[in-house]
């Protein structure tokens, strides 16, 4: 049994399944057409949420509203934007490189 509470444009869903709680959230975007769905990995897997989601896809496709589903991961959050962080960083000095070689490269012209 589902049951839908109402707070501004977030919508919670709650169901009691295999006795432990889903917190499902869903945001409504008005201004942008959008809803975000977003499931955690435990209702990734539970195939009793995933059916009932489709009718909320239907609802907001029949409105031309974009329905985007975010799926929590598996890894950890800290250490993957550490590593994304320094991913970046590298890059940038790398490009700086590349700059600085085709400046010196065209003055020598």
Known sequence: MHKNRKIGRKYFQYTKERSYD????I?????????????TNEEQQDQAI????????????AKKYTVAVF????????????VLLL??????????VQRERKRRKNMAR
């Open 22 to 25: 889903i917190a499902l959230e």
């Open 50 to 61: 995933k059916e009932s989601l489709k009718p909320l896809y239907q609802q907001y496709k």
């Open 27 to 39: 945001n409504v975007r008005d201004d942008r057409k959008i809803v975000e769905v977003w499931l």
């Open 71 to 82: 799926l929590s991961g598996s890894r950890d959050l800290a250490e993957e934007t550490v």
């Open 87 to 96: 991913r970046n960083k590298r890059r940038i000095a790398e490009l700086e």
